[in-house]
């Protein structure tokens, strides 16, 4: 089952018609449709409104663990630290990766001081990814994790320069993005002879959220 078929599911249980699912997400009906239909992922609003409802985000991303949770994916542990759901979906720092079902059973966090995470970002639109590819090393190493606001997902307010992930089709990406020319975004890599800097295909293009953080080993 896939990101789609989900988002199906989430609609039946509601009871909704499409329309009225994209009215209750603050989305245009085109919108939720090519959500439905694949054509693009989500932003972060819409997960945190989901989320909102009841919804497992986790399930959302990766389809593992129950679809609905009695507490939201991001738990507050007392007042000092904050739990972000890691999601098992990569994100490609190379040629893309396929979004594809995450494996693993068990829901995995990484925790932060809660007031470190409330001035990097929105606590309850964050989520953790691996990174797959040394297209942006040295900043980010294969097998590192990044932390995204998917707060950040709004096209307009992009910061050039800034390293977001976004989906392009069926693949999902970690880039800077910059605009060159007559305001055409580019995603701009790192290691420059891995991987040439391209503009993106915005007719596919979503943008997922803005990287805040990154964890690697040392070796």
């Known amino acids: 089952m896939n990101l789609p078929e989900r988002l199906k599911i989430i609609r039946a249980e509601l009871g909704l018609s499409q329309r009225k699912m994209a009215i209750a997400l603050n989305v245009a009906v085109r919108t939720w449709q090519v959500y439905e239909d694949g054509g693009s992922v989500p932003g972060g609003n819409v997960f945190e409104s989901l989320a909102n409802m009841g919804f497992n985000t986790n399930w959302l991303l990766t389809g593992t663990g129950p679809m609905r949770l009695e507490n939201h994916d991001l738990i507050i542990l007392g007042s000092e630290w904050t739990r972000v759901p890691l999601y098992h979906d990569r994100l490609a720092a190379g040629a893309g990766t396929f979004i594809v079902n995450g494996g693993g ?4 966090f990484f925790t932060f001081r809660t007031s470190w995470l409330n001035r990097k970002c929105q ?4 989520a953790v990814f691996h990174v797959s590819g040394d297209s942006m090393f040295p900043m980010i190493q294969d097998g590192d994790v990044v932390l995204v606001d998917m707060a950040q997902s709004n096209l307009q307010e992009v910061r050039e320069g800034k390293i977001y992930a976004f989906s392009e089709g069926n693949l999902i990406r970690v880039k800077r993005l910059i605009y060159k020319g ?8 790192d290691n420059k002879q891995l991987s040439p800097d391209a503009p993106i295909e915005m007719s596919t293009f979503s943008l997922i959220g803005r990287v805040v953080w990154l964890g690697h080993e040392v070796w």
């Open 123 to 126: 606590p309850k639109q964050c």
């Open 105 to 108: 059973d068990d829901p995995c």
């Open 182 to 189: 007559a305001g055409e975004l580019w995603a701009i890599s």
